[in-house]
């Protein structure tokens, strides 16, 4: 089974300083990683996704994440945060699970704060 | 206008009653999906839909059914609400390529059961 570890509920960040958001996975198959973002009573958006190839991935709004297959990690990292980057952060995996199926597990989520 | 819409955005009902939630979708995908968020949880997938003859369960199917009508509707019902089924429900869609890459969500329904 498929697990999804997102570490922090709450992370809180000054306006303008490193955004960094942990995410740990555990697969016993190839995973396909992705962030996702909530904005306050929206659905969510998909910021990246890394499938194959290069492990270094960008996604929209200066986000970036890179897949670590020796550390089953895949962390989101920005930068320079900005005011409007105040939302929830939702690791996901997906993986083949055998006989055409694919598992998909979403991590809790993280809320991040800017502080001005 | 919005390329996957939910109605209705918001829902009050009693134990015991059937509701239907409704999700439609332009985007013209044949992948659809339904998930429930709870606060601390994240989303767990309820059920899914690659194609309108296919439908499966997902982690969290007990209590609740679905039906797929076109390619551009996917229902979710809960045949006897009960108080734990309070939750945000969010329907979403995909394109061919991976199950489950890239999904485009809903605005939501936000239900509650008394």
């Known amino acids: 089974a498929q697990s999804v570890t997102q570490l922090g509920s709450h992370v809180s960040v000054s306006e303008g300083a490193l955004v960094l958001l942990r995410c740990n996975y555990s697969s016993s198959v190839p995973p396909y990683l992705f962030w996702y973002v909530q904005y306050p009573n929206q659905g969510l958006q998909l910021l990246l996704k890394?499938?194959?190839?290069?492990?270094l991935v960008k996604g929209i709004n200066g986000f970036e994440a890179e897949f670590k297959k020796s550390e089953t990690s895949f962390h989101l990292t920005k930068p320079s945060a900005h005011m409007s980057d105040a939302a929830e952060y939702f690791c996901a995996v997906t993986a083949y699970s055998g006989a055409g199926s694919y598992q998909l597990t979403f991590g809790k989520g993280t809320k991040l704060s800017v502080i001005p | 206008d919005a390329d996957v819409t939910q109605t209705p955005r918001n829902r009050i009902t009693k134990t015991g009653k059937r509701i239907m939630l409704e999700c439609s979708q332009t985007k013209g995908h044949d992948r659809m999906y339904w998930y429930r968020q709870d606060p601390g949880l994240g989303l767990r997938l309820i059920y899914y839909s690659f194609d309108v003859k296919d439908i499966n369960k997902g982690e969290i199917s007990d209590g609740y059914s679905v039906s797929r009508q076109a390619q551009a509707k996917f229902s979710l019902s809960l045949e006897s609400a009960i108080p734990n089924q309070t939750a945000l429900y969010f329907c979403?869609?995909?394109?061919?390529?991976?199950?489950?890459?890239?999904?485009?969500f809903g605005p939501g329904t936000r239900l509650l059961v008394l």
């Open positions: 979403a869609t995909s394109d061919a390529g991976l199950p489950f890459e890239t999904q485009y």
């Open positions: 890394y499938t194959t190839g290069a492990t």
